[in-house]
């Protein structure tokens, strides 16, 4: 069964590090979504992809939080630096079309020390 | 702004229906979601609903939208313990955003 893959599972890194997360989506899905939930929260959007494109970033701390898929496919998601309130779960989901079912990936949860 | 509200905990018999409530303040929602969360994993879509739908029912799973109120249900009949997880309301809006509105979750506990 296809599944949105991603790693590290668990990261844990001091504030004021750089940190990193990378996402593979279903085969052959265009679009591709980074979610951030905090303990105790539901997921909110940070960033969304069509193919290689960015289409929603508007809720991206940019100063700190960049996301790229240069191919259109996989996707990374960077923190520099991670402070203190960065810790939390990050999740991807991808879906075949925008507006179609989104599949969620088991998510990377980063402690910053 | 879009908000969307659930409780936080609901306790139920084995055995017996559950039912989680969701309310959504964004009228232009298309599409009404229902996701389940278990301990340290990712989100698995449960059901969902068109906006123009009043209910749905999939098996164990019937949701029930009223639209006038901005209300959403979620019934789980014949509650066992493997139903034990976090459940989240989610809404699509209109106006072409893709990116889902959660709620805080809302925490089933199965009592035996």
């Known amino acids: 069964e296809a599944e949105v893959a991603q790693s590290p599972r668990y990261k844990i890194t001091e504030k004021s590090q750089a940190v990193a997360f990378w996402c593979d989506p279903i085969?052959?899905?265009?679009?591709l979504y980074w979610y951030r939930q905090i303990l105790g929260q539901g997921p909110e959007l940070l960033v969304q992809?069509?193919?290689?494109?960015?289409?929603?970033d508007s809720q991206l701390p940019k100063d700190r939080f960049s996301a790229e898929r240069l191919k259109g496919v996989d996707s990374t998601l960077k923190i520099q630096p991670a402070e203190l309130g960065d810790s939390a779960m990050y999740l991807c989901a991808s879906s075949l079309a925008r507006g179609d079912e989104q599949f969620f990936g088991p998510g990377t949860r980063l402690t910053v020390l | 702004g879009e908000d969307v509200e659930q409780s936080l905990f609901l306790s139920v018999r084995e055995g017996d229906s559950s039912v989680i409530n969701c309310t959504y303040t964004?009228?232009?929602?298309?599409?009404l979601y229902w996701y389940k969360q278990e301990p340290g994993a990712g989100l698995q879509l449960l059901t969902y609903i068109f906006s123009n739908m009043d209910m749905k029912q999939d098996q164990r799973l019937t949701v029930l939208l009223n639209k006038k109120d901005k209300h959403l249900s979620l019934r789980i009949a014949d509650t066992q313990t493997g139903d034990s997880a976090i459940y989240f309301c989610a809404e699509k809006a209109g106006g072409g955003a893709d990116g889902l509105t959660f709620g805080k979750g809302t925490h089933l506990i199965i009592q035996p």
């Open positions: 964004d009228s232009s929602s298309t599409y």
């Open positions: 992809f069509q193919d290689e494109s960015v289409v929603d």
């Open positions: 085969s052959g899905h265009a679009t």
